[in-house]
């Protein structure tokens, strides 16, 4: 989301006839902000510090995102060299007045194509309905606020024509996802999209397991478009941990939705979220989650240390009462588990053909994407260009990634 946050203020940047350059050429430097974690916001501190020594002359600093709804004005008052602070997505106000601050609007805004890449993120549903105890989506990105199915396809379509091969619709619970005018879920727009011409791929994240349509794994079995990828956030395998954390559903409902999904889909690739040391987590519940990842076989598993956030339930009523050495010690010992399901998983494809679109280069100047399930394939002897879509016969398989040249 922050990512395609980003892309929107460039476009439109650029479109008003900026551009973008090195820090010490700027004139102006935007931070796009995130507090999900606490690391993420003190990295915000730390660059508007580093940023003091840059403002000189006529230079400006602005703050987008998360933290400035979470700081508001305070921001300000801490940070004096801050000159702005934007809401999430509202940027007319700011740019009209760099035209005028600086002086060289070209009257007539540019077109904003070049800009797009092989993928191309669409946010279709901003902001979060639930209120899980840990998260502070809710507080700073606000209740769910859907985009009409129309002006998401639209949106493809003009990415298609800048080039884009593929799209990733984007929501904080995407699966949440309802048409305004009553036209049906994230299922009957994945429909929408899956057929804009010259679109080869389309993806959607991030899911909820309460919310999850079952039409939905139907439309994915049957469609050539739409990726063999989910990504749906389990966040403990213990049952009593997720009614603290207010997340809706039981381990046994969560087993039902992956059970569902792989007999429709059996190499749907499968990436999951999960929190350790949240407050309370004893010894027996953190073995729960690890037999829950050990049982389920995730492709990925995304791995984060409980960290209490100011404004949500779990930072400012429960204790966080698990010792950092101990989420350390959990962390790491579930990190050495998946790492061991992923290779196993991974060289499961060695001698089979993948599909592959091609996104770019690597440091080696070889041809790399990722297939249907999301893995990361390097393209051996062989130069393909950004867009194509090729069949890879894998060679190589390590944790995450596949290589291999072309298929005969």
């Known amino acids: 989301m922050n990512a395609a946050d980003s892309e929107n203020l460039a476009r439109r940047l650029l479109a008003a006839g900026f551009q973008e350059a090195p820090l010490d050429r700027a004139d102006v430097a935007v931070l796009n902000t995130c507090c999900v974690r606490q690391a993420s916001e003190d990295k915000v501190y730390s660059k508007l510090h580093e940023l003091r020594h840059w403002k000189t002359g006529d230079r400006l600093i602005a703050l987008t995102g998360c933290l400035g709804v979470k700081e508001g004005e305070g921001l300000q008052a801490r940070f004096p060299q801050l000159d702005a602070v934007l809401p999430i997505g509202e940027y007319d106000g700011f740019i009209a007045d760099l035209e005028a601050r600086y002086d060289y609007s070209l009257g ?4 904003a194509a070049g800009r797009t890449g092989v993928s191309h993120y669409v946010s279709v549903i901003h902001g979060c309905n639930h209120n899980c105890t840990f998260c502070i989506v809710p507080r700073v990105r606000g209740r769910e606020r859907s985009v009409p199915i129309e ?5 493809c379509v003009e ?9 990733v619709l984007l929501g904080q619970n995407v699966d949440a996802y309802r048409d305004p005018g009553g036209r049906g879920g994230l299922a009957a727009l994945m429909r929408q999209v ?4 010259g679109l080869r791929r389309a993806r959607f994240m991030t899911s909820h397991p309460r919310d999850l349509e ?18 749906l956030p389990i966040q403990s395998g213990d049952d009593r941990l997720l009614k603290r954390m207010a997340r809706g559903y039981l381990t046994r409902d969560y087993l039902s939705i992956i059970e569902r999904a792989r007999a429709r889909m059996p190499d749907l690739g499968l990436a999951t979220d999960v929190i350790v040391g949240f407050p309370g987590e004893t010894e027996e519940m953190y073995l729960n989650t690890r037999r829950l990842v050990e049982q389920v076989e995730f492709d990925v598993v995304h791995i984060a240390m409980y960290s209490p956030r100011p404004g949500t339930y779990s930072g400012d009523r429960l204790a966080d009462d698990v010792p950092a050495d101990e989420k350390r010690r959990r962390i790491n010992d579930l990190l050495a588990v ?10 499961g494809w060695l001698g089979k053909r993948v599909e592959v679109l091609v996104e770019g280069f690597d440091e080696l100047g070889r041809a790399y994407g990722r297939s249907r399930q999301g893995k990361r394939v390097t393209v051996k002897r062989a130069r393909c260009q950004p867009g194509e879509v090729v069949q890879v016969l894998v060679e190589d398989a390590a944790p995450g990634h596949l290589s291999g040249p072309l298929a005969a």
């Open 194 to 197: 899956e057929a804009v011409p």
């Open 338 to 347: 998946q790492k061991s399901i992923a290779a196993g998983k991974t060289a």
């Open 159 to 167: 990415a298609v024509a800048d080039g884009a091969r593929e799209v």
């Open 214 to 231: 079952p039409e939905l794994l139907d439309v994915m079995a049957a469609s050539d478009v739409i990726c063999r990828e989910l990504q």
């Open 108 to 111: 007539e805004p540019l077109p």
């Open 151 to 155: 002006d998401v396809v639209s949106e």
